[in-house]
């Protein structure tokens, strides 16, 4: 199995940036489709983004799309989560799950099948 670790969450200014890394280990990034998810306090965990093995298909939450960027680097067993334009309403903790059995990019929680730890943003006004 995959193990997974979040990492470039903090603290920033609306209209600010953030780019999120989760660094695989234990098997090759490349069996897995990868998720990105977050959850916010009192919320259900919801779909983000997700991007296919190879990297060549990525599908965004309307709620993002145009400010996040899905991204890979199956050779350093990383993929990434560019996020522009932040609004605090995508303050969160942001999760990477990876999937192996999809032919597809799943874009829903159950379909993946590990989790990393979460790496939290805060937007501030």
């Known amino acids: 199995q995959v193990q997974l670790v979040e990492s470039g969450g903090g603290l920033v200014q609306a209209g600010g940036s953030l780019t999120l890394s989760c660094a695989a280990s234990?098997?090759?990034?490349?069996?897995?489709?990868m998720g990105w998810f977050r959850q916010a306090p009192g919320k259900e965990r919801e779909f983000v983004s997700t991007i296919s093995r190879t990297g060549g298909n990525t599908y965004y939450a309307d709620s993002v799309k145009g400010r996040f960027t899905a991204s890979r680097d199956n050779a350093k067993n990383t993929v990434y989560l560019q996020m522009n334009s932040l609004k605090p309403e995508d303050t969160a903790v942001y999760y990477c799950a990876a999937n192996w059995w999809s032919s597809s990019s799943p874009r829903t929680r159950n379909a993946y099948d590990f989790w990393g730890q979460g790496t939290q943003v805060t937007v501030s006004s």
């Open positions: 234990g098997r090759t990034l490349s069996s897995y489709n």
